[in-house]
């Protein structure tokens, strides 16, 4: 099946999503923590990374909270809504 010709590309969609999330990984990773000796090196950085930014990095649009943690607050706030 083919896409609507109005409809944008899944690439460029997905572009313009991507290009604002990998705005702090390549400012605090790829540019402040180089050289990199090979792409192995690169993938277990990144992996800490992703980590680090999900799970440990205050948002202060979170309410300072890390965004997992976030996500978890909100997700049992709904059930709660919903159970009510």
């Known amino acids: 099946m083919r896409p609507h010709p ?10 313009r999503w991507l290009k604002p999330s ?3 990984f390549k400012a605090e990773l790829i ?3 180089g050289p990199w000796r090979d792409a192995d090196q ?14 440990e990095r205050l948002h202060s649009a979170l309410d300072y909270l890390p965004p997992e943690e976030f996500e ?13």
């Open 42 to 55: 690169v993938e277990r950085a990144l992996v800490q990374w992703v980590g680090w930014y999900n799970t």
């Open 22 to 24: 990998t705005a702090p």
């Open 6 to 15: 109005s409809a944008p590309s899944r690439t460029a969609t997905t572009t």
């Open 31 to 33: 540019e402040h923590q």
């Open 72 to 84: 978890t607050r909100h997700h049992r706030s709904q059930a709660a809504l919903n159970a009510a």
